[in-house]
């Protein structure tokens, strides 16, 4: 299977705390990109970084890759309760384009 | 950004009858959309990408005559899940890549199908 893996599968913080989630995956890539879900509706494009990128942040979001590694990271700030949601990762390579296995964030009031 | 919609957002149907999902790109074409398949509280799996004007790739696993892929135009590719059984019920989502943007570009998501087979 070419889908990469989330850690942690489950993640519970405080409103205020900051969230990290972990991306590792198998292939090479042109891209990698973050995606948020909240339960039972469509995915929220949130970032994408590119595999000569090593850092990039949009807001509250700081993603890193490191491709030597095959990872990435999401690091979400200051969480608040609307943060709450699924999180994945996915991988672009080649015209393909496959989810990591989602991390669920919930971020209690 | 570019726009994708998926049509219907949901369908109930009976065990043994085919159902059509429709997926379009609104303001672009796309000569690639990608049909992925959710189950509840797992990750997407792609199923298979959809080229215009060819035959569909199927990624390993997936019947392609149980899914059956069209993608006629450059603004619409259709998954018609075939004799459809309670195991098919899932969340459907297309996604359509904007050419414009070259191969690293963002992918852009329909908002899903919820299939319920009973």
């Known amino acids: 299977s070419q889908q990469g893996e989330e850690d942690p599968q489950a993640l519970s913080i405080q409103e205020g705390e900051n969230a990290t989630m972990n991306c590792s995956y198998k292939?090479?890539?042109?891209?990698l990109q973050w995606y948020r879900q909240n339960s039972g509706r469509g995915l929220v494009h949130l970032i994408l970084?590119?595999?000569?990128?090593r850092e990039k942040h949009s807001g509250r979001l700081r993603v890193t890759l490191d491709t030597s590694k095959k990872s990435s990271s999401l690091l979400i700030t200051a969480s608040r309760a609307a943060d709450t949601a699924s999180y994945f990762c996915?991988?672009?390579?080649?015209?393909?384009?496959?989810f990591g296995t989602g991390t669920s964030l919930t971020v209690i009031p | 950004g570019a726009v994708v919609s998926q049509h219907p957002s949901r369908v109930i149907c009976k065990s043994g009858t085919s159902v059509k999902i429709e997926c379009r790109s609104l303001?672009?074409?796309?000569?690639?959309m990608f049909w992925y398949r959710q189950f509840p509280k797992q990750s997407l799996m792609l199923m298979a990408t959809?080229?215009?004007?060819?035959?569909?790739?199927?990624e390993q696993g997936v019947e392609k005559d149980k899914f059956l892929i069209n993608h006629a135009s450059l603004t619409l590719s259709t998954l018609t899940v075939t004799s459809a059984h309670p195991e098919d019920s899932s969340f459907y989502i297309c996604?359509?890549?904007?050419?414009?943007?070259?191969?690293?570009?963002?992918?852009?998501f329909g908002p899903g199908t919820r299939l319920t087979v009973l």
């Open positions: 996915a991988t672009d390579w080649g015209n393909q384009f496959y």
């Open positions: 303001d672009f074409q796309a000569t690639t």
């Open positions: 970084i590119r595999s000569n990128e």
């Open positions: 996604s359509a890549r904007d050419p414009a943007g070259g191969f690293t570009d963002t992918q852009y």
């Open positions: 959809s080229n215009e004007g060819s035959k569909a790739t199927y």
């Open positions: 292939t090479s890539i042109n891209n």
